[in-house]
Structures are given as structure tokens and as C-alpha cells.
């Protein structure tokens, strides 16, 4: 949870939408039907980025940035579309997943960065993604798209009122979320082959790549894989078709070696930040803890939470109510007060001011009325600390409001300082590039570095391997630790 911003309304897209014509796809050349020029593709773009970063957060590692950046203006060079102004960025994120934005914006995610096994994998799907940006997939997309919304917890819908309270999705995400259909994804993958191969690379190991992300989604759920598998309604036969590409591709060209480069990529991510990092705030036994914010509150009995950049959400399965933690404006509690009720258009029902475990606060009940629509009465919190004012509200229909009242309470009224030291200096899992000693299972390999037996599987996946492969004497694989 960082802090809160109102974020723009896909209106701004739709206007750069409505001036349709004929263009040239860079790719194909053929004449396709577009909604925007490429002048007003780039100014959306550079619009979104700053959305993108805020959201997500950049991923503070030099030398990975310098990696990516020279590797993606190396292939952006000899890309269909040379002359857009490129900007590679790796986001604060541990889901698995790459994507771009119009314009020439790709992004890749710790948690992929921390997947990939060699420089190969890296380019094939850095290709594939160079792809969507030189074929305008997200150009094409939005003449059909419907966009939904990233953040809200599962259920929420169901009262949609809800949704006005819960973070709003900036038109950087929407873009960032586009899924591209079965044609676009087959497209980018022969881009990712073709492009990949022609900077020196090995893209049949964008393929094994796949296969690991199959495993992964197996293990996960589809929700950890990237739109670019995920949108595919074979993987098997796509990985087939993508080895193949490869292979073709190599036969016809003129040179007889392509890189991998396992050993300096493995080198590269030897301290990575691999899962969450409690620095951004972690939930353990159904409390939330923040050890940069010195925070802790509890979350209700089976309560579904969700942490983001701007708000932590809590929700109910029933899906009729919601509680939201957020960063509130102000310079003290008065003016937090009034920025609340201005912000979400509430109508005070009544105020007062308490000390929550030592902590100045004020407490307010009030309603959100819309014509035609439920009235939503709210339980809000603003708690000074630490130079922050905090807001945790509860949301309601106001029929719900007496039974989830004490739900609310409860939270609100436990919401204290974070004393514990361990909470306090927990530190995340990073990667550990280790040597293996002599030949070995890989099994055998986590048992002799003191792995859990319990993290084996996950840490297979990692290093897009089975337990029973055997090694080599002086192999490295990754294993993780503090």
C-alpha cells in the first residue's frame, strides 16, 4: 500500500479513438483499419507509462536495467518499426508476466525476470512483446475490447456501488491488461522467433520457456500467466509450433551458432527479489503488516484481501461490502476529514474525535447517495501516525450497515503501531546462483544446500527443471534464501 492517486476514466482513450482510418500495418503490409494515428499510439503511451510505473513501481537493479535496455534497443533496431523511441523497464511486481504499451513501452516483471533461465528465454519473449508494439495489437484491440478493472476483489461486483470506493484503473493498467486474441499471440511469437534469432539468440528455448509457465499455471492457477500463454487454447501444440519456427528459422539462415547464455543470465539475477517483499506490507495469520510504515491491523474472519501500490482491499465473499486502507490527503485530521467527504461525495451522518491505541483519530458515519442506485453508508477512520493520516473505511449498503458495523469496528479499532521486531525487519527471498559440487539430481542438489522439502517443487519451476534431471559438476541453479 503506497500511496493513493485518482486516476483518469477511459474517456481519455475513446477520444483518441474516434478519428478511424486506413493505415499500413508495419508488419504485414496490408492496408488495416485503425483508430488512431501512430502520433496519437506514441502520446498515449507516454501518457500511460507514468501510470504503469506508479502502479507497479520500478525495480531498483542497475545492472538488470542496463541488460534489458541494451538487449531490447539492440532488437527494436532491426524490428519492424525502427524509429520509435523504445523504453524497456523492469516493475516491482513477483506475478509472472511481460507486456507492452503502445508507442514502444515494454515492461517485464521481477517475478519473470526471476523465471527466465538463460539470455534465450529473455529475448524470445522480449521479441514477442516488440511484437505487439510493431504490429499495433493494441491499436487493433480497442476497436473491441471491454475493459474491465484490476483491484477489485472478487465479488465486489455484485454491489457495483462498490466500485466507486475501491481503486480506480488508470488508462495505463486498462492498456496494460488488453488481451490480445488467437492471431495477434501466434503473430508475436513468429516476431518473437524472428527477432530474437536475428541478435544471435537460440528462440527455440522461448519454447521450453512455455513450458514452464504451463507447469507454473498448473501449480498457480491462470492468473499468475502471462496473457501471452494464457490467451492461447493450446499451449502444447503452440510450443510445438514455436520450436519449429525456431528450427526453420535457423535452417535458413546463414549462421551456424545462436546463443543461449545460461551461465551470464543465472550471474545476472544472483540477488533478485524473488515472491513478495514485506517491505510493500505482507498478510500472516489474517493480519496486515507494513514494517516501513510501522503499521498492523487485523483482517475479518475470511475476509479475501488484495495488497496494491495505492490501497489495501478487504472484502467479504459475499461481495456486499468492503474495507480499504489508503493514504489520506491533508496537513491534519480536519482536513483529511473534509477531503474524504469531498472526494467520494459523502454526506456526513455523524463525527467524532477518539484516540485509537494512543493514536489521534476521527470516526465518522456517512452516505453516498445516488439516484436510482443503493444509498452506501460508510464507517470512516482517519488515524494520524507518524506524520501519515491513514483512512480505513468500511462500505455498505446502508440496509447492511448494522451487521457489518461491528466487522468494521473491530478493524478499525485494533489498527495499531507494528512494535514486533521480526515483523519489523522481515526480509524477502532473493536468489542464490549456487555451484553444483558433483553430478546430482537436482533433488539431491536442494537437499544439499539445506532446501525445505516443502519448496522443492516451486523451486523446480524456478529453474524450469524436473527434480529428477540430473546435473552436472559445476552446473548453476538457483535456490533462494535471506
Known sequence: MRTFKNYLSLYSVLILMSLGACAINPVTGKKQLVLMSEAQEIAMGKQSDPEVVAFFGLYEDPELQEFITTKGNEMAAISHRPKLAYEFKIVDSPVINAFALPGGFVYFTRGIMAHFNNEAEFAGVLGHEIGHVTARHSVIQQRNQILGQLGLIAGII????LG???EPLSQGMQLALLKFGRDAERQSDELGVDYSSQIGYDAREMADFFETLERQQANTGADEIPPFLSTHPSPEE????????ALEWQQKSKKSEFAVNRDSYLRKIDGLIVGEDPKQGFVENSVFYHPVLKIQFPIPTAWSHQNSPQQFQMAPKEGDAVMI???ASGANLEEAANATMENYGLTLVESRKETINGMPAILMVADFVQPEANTLRVL???IQFEGNIYSLMGVTDISNFNSYQPVFSST??????LRDSEKLNRKPDIIKIKTVPNAMSLEAAFKYY????ERYEELSLLNGMLLTDQLNKGMLIKVVGK
Do not use: K, W, Y
Not at 158 to 161: F, I, K, Q
Not at 238 to 245: F, G
Not at 450 to 453: E, H, K, L
Open 325 to 327: 486502507l489508503t493514504l
Open 412 to 417: 478499525i479499532r485494533d489498527f495499531r503501531e
Open 164 to 166: 466507486r470506493f475501491v
Open 158 to 161: 455484485l454491489v457495483p456501488e
Open 450 to 453: 539445506g532446501i525445505p522439502a
Open 380 to 382: 470512516s477512520s482517519l
Open 238 to 245: 503452440r510450443n510445438a509450433t514455436v520450436d519449429q519456427l
